[in-house]
């Protein structure tokens, strides 16, 4: 072989090995960067060995009857979701932190489906914290284990843990001390009750609407509630029968005003038979949660406003609550959407309407406006004008002279019923509400009928219109204000104007409602406290 060829041929041998051993050497230092780096800056872990995954972990301070952080005692909150097709019910809940056993524990709640979440909560009766140090041990949670059809779980019947059939599901944690205190988990007791409950009513929320939402409003300065209640109330959570509720927060932050508002998503056919004609009551059960304190919204079961949060919408679930939802997030229409009339307006994480001349959103199909269903709307206003919220409907109601000639609508701004034209296609408007300084709110419907709420010049408040059979309902703050008599019309659009008032749209939703506008009626058991210290 030439020697030249020779010297190629260890030149490209030395040349690719090097980049070998180059390789290499990176991939070690940067494992030993790895490893030398400080524990302190490395994030909470937690794992368990089967059945379970660990949502979140927090070792933090325990409390008092008083509410009050002491130095002499620690808990550990573990997070867990539950994974396996079946129903598991608790009996105890154990760690070891840093080779300190736990002095008691438990889970909540006790029983848990599949994709649920529980709460344990570990207590160490005379340790102190360093907030920051790093802590890691191990835990286990103590149970009854239930295998059963994905079909039965919501009727399948798992008996309580004890200590000839209880299994131990295991995990281990290394998690930052905190000063947040961790407390503890209290329940309450909820009725929610419909007076006149009748068959067209179950046959709606039972197999039509794909849920009803409920509004659980109480007073959050409630001297019974708010020793538990974390400052933006991110750790109350809604259950039904041991199955976890979607659930979202209207006024929830931690600079609110007036009572807190959750909506609740009743699941489909909870509700049980009605009265074949004649209402007649009927009450469900359900369960509010107050989970540790260390705990917040997750935008999954628990959900947020999304102007009530920075980013916009960060724990916003309204997709998951209601009928239709829309947060009018990012700088696009949302899908079906159109600009009907004007451009005097924009979206930026919320609909902007300028006040600089009228504009029209119009949202155009799969719209649930129907005899169940209420449509709201949030508003805040800056300068008062003339606009407000729309409803379009086909020509679907003859008129008196004649069951086949022309169709009508009420009509914008005139208080009188128009004609639309003949066929499906032919549409018209009619305001729900006008916002124009001094004046009141009123429905357009045939003769204009004034509500004697007056329209607040500045401020955020929620607006609403359903219509039930031959009836329209208007809602001002989600109280029923006025019922009005209509021709057998089913709204079918729905849209957002402007003329020359300057607002923003935080979020418009539909919510399902019964026959006759009624709002169930709510009342609150006496708190109760989960097993524990």
């Not at 260390?294 to 009530?308: I, Q």
Request: aromatic share 16%; with cysteine; net charge neutral.
């Amino acid at each position: 072989m030439p020697k030249e060829r020779r010297a190629q041929s260890a030149i490209e041998f030395i040349t690719t090995y090097s980049m070998v051993l180059l390789i290499i050497t990176i991939a070690i230092a940067v494992l030993f960067l790895f490893i030398s780096l400080p524990k302190s800056i490395l994030p909470t872990e937690c794992n368990f060995y089967n059945t379970f995954g660990c949502y979140d972990a927090i070792y933090g301070l325990n409390y008092t009857s008083g509410n009050v952080p002491v130095s002499t005692g620690t808990a550990l909150l573990v997070v867990a979701n539950f994974e396996q097709p079946g129903i598991i019910n608790t009996s105890s809940f154990s760690a070891f932190i840093n080779s300190v056993e736990s002095t008691s524990g438990y889970c909540a709640p006790k029983v848990a489906l599949q994709g649920q979440k529980i709460y344990c909560i570990a207590y160490f009766k005379g340790q102190t914290l360093t907030p920051g140090r790093l802590y890691s041990g191990t835990f286990s949670i103590y149970g009854n284990y239930c295998a059963v059809a994905p079909s039965k779980i919501s009727t399948a019947y798992c008996p309580k843990a004890n200590a000839t059939s209880s299994y131990s599901y295991g995990g281990v944690v290394r998690t930052q001390g905190v000063d947040k205190v961790i407390g503890g988990i209290y329940a309450v007791p909820i009725n929610i009750t419909f007076n006149n409950f009748n068959f067209f009513d179950w046959l709606f929320v039972t197999f039509i609407e794909p849920g009803y939402q409920v509004p659980i409003s109480f007073n959050p300065n409630n001297t019974s509630y708010s020793l538990h209640e974390a400052p933006n109330l991110g750790n109350i959570r809604f259950y039904y029968k041991n199955q976890e509720l979607y659930d979202w927060c209207q006024n929830c932050n931690d600079s609110m005003t007036g009572n807190a508002i959750f909506w609740v998503k009743v699941p489909q056919g909870t509700f049980p038979f009605g009265c074949l004609f004649g209402g007649c009551p009927s009450t469900i059960h359900m369960l509010m949660y107050f989970t540790p304190l260390g705990t917040t919204f997750t935008g999954v079961h628990s959900g947020l406003a999304p102007e009530l949060t920075t980013p916009y919408g960060l724990y916003d679930n309204g997709q998951a609550v209601f009928n239709y939802y829309t947060n009018f997030a990012g700088t696009s229409l949302p899908y079906s959407w159109v600009d009907m009339l004007g451009k005097n307006y924009s979206i930026n994480n919320g609909l902007y309407f300028t006040g600089s001349g009228v504009a029209l959103i119009e949202k155009l199909n799969n719209y649930p406006i129907d005899v169940y269903n209420i449509t709201s709307a949030s508003i805040t206003m800056t300068n008062p004008g003339k606009g407000g919220l729309l409803f379009g409907v086909n020509g679907s109601a003859p008129r008196r002279h004649g069951p086949f000639d022309n169709h009508y609508c009420n009509g914008p701004y005139n208080n009188t019923w128009i004609n639309v034209g003949l066929t499906a296609n032919d549409l018209c408007y009619g305001e729900t509400f006008s916002v124009v300084s001094g004046d009141s709110l009123a429905v357009d419907a045939g003769t204009s009928t004034t509500v004697g709420t007056s329209v607040p010049t500045s401020g955020t408040y929620t607006v609403g219109l359903a219509n039930g059979f031959s009836n329209a309902y208007y809602f001002y703050n989600d109280t029923l204000q006025v019922k009005q008599s209509l021709p057998s019309v089913i709204f079918g659009y729905f849209g957002i104007e402007s003329d020359n008032s300057q607002f923003k749209v935080n979020w418009v939703r539909s919510t399902s409602m019964l026959n006759g506008g009624e709002r169930p009626n709510i009342t609150f058991g006496p708190i109760v406290k989960e097993p524990g210290p």
